[in-house]
């Protein structure tokens, strides 16, 4: 634990200083394209189901309902003109990096819940992964992202939660830089 939480912390510094200039082009580029602020920030689930803020850049209209983005209909209709690129290039999840230095956050675990995600939150409790850190990254996200029914993701987050590792977490790493290169599991 405290070797992974030293590595996060590390890394999490590091990219910040390497992605500084890309996010503040990222953060202009919201702010000139639409209404609102740059950064949109949710409450989210963490390890024993405590809540924290998790930001985000921008990628839906600021009139767009707090539910996951599955639960919208037509979720398309709700994005702003680079909400798309920036959610299938992962460009909007880099905020989460100040979560990983802050310790809220992991670069590997289960995907944070929204607050009101009751079904996914309580499927996971019953399963003890609560008890994780929530990540950036996860075994259910190379694994499907958001292609992913609950009790599927819920299955990979037990998985992860059984066979969590250091080199383990680095092999999830490696097949989320691929996925995003080809921006694989994003509908929306």
């Known amino acids: 634990m405290l070797l992974k939480r030293a ?3 590390v890394g999490a510094l590091i990219a910040l200083i390497i992605f500084a200039i890309p996010m503040a082009i990222v953060a202009l ?21 405590r809540l924290f803020s998790m930001p985000k850049f921008r990628t839906m209209r600021i009139d767009t309902p ?24 992962s460009l909007d ?4 990096l100040w979560c990983i230095l802050k310790g809220d956050m992991s ?7 929204l607050f009101n995600q009751d079904d996914l939150i309580a499927a996971r409790t019953a399963r003890n ?7 950036l990254t996860g075994w259910a996200q190379v ?18 939660l059984q ?20 921006a694989a599991g994003v509908h929306h």
């Open 93 to 96: 999840e880099l905020p989460q």
């Open 66 to 89: 707090v539910v996951a983005t599955h639960l919208l209909g037509n979720a398309a209709e709700h994005l702003t003109s680079i909400g798309g690129f920036l959610r299938k290039t």
């Open 143 to 160: 694994n499907g992202r958001d292609e992913l029914a609950i009790p599927e993701k819920v299955t990979l987050d037990v998985e992860y």
């Open 129 to 135: 992964v609560h008890s994780l850190l929530p990540g």
């Open 163 to 182: 066979r969590r590792s250091f080199l383990f977490d680095l092999r999830i790493l490696g097949l989320t830089a691929i996925k995003v290169v080809g």
């Open 29 to 49: 580029a919201v702010r000139a394209t639409s209404k609102g602020p740059a950064l949109y920030w949710s409450q989210r689930v963490g390890r024993d189901n």
């Open 7 to 9: 590595c996060d912390a």
């Open 107 to 113: 670069f590997v675990g289960p995907r944070p819940a």
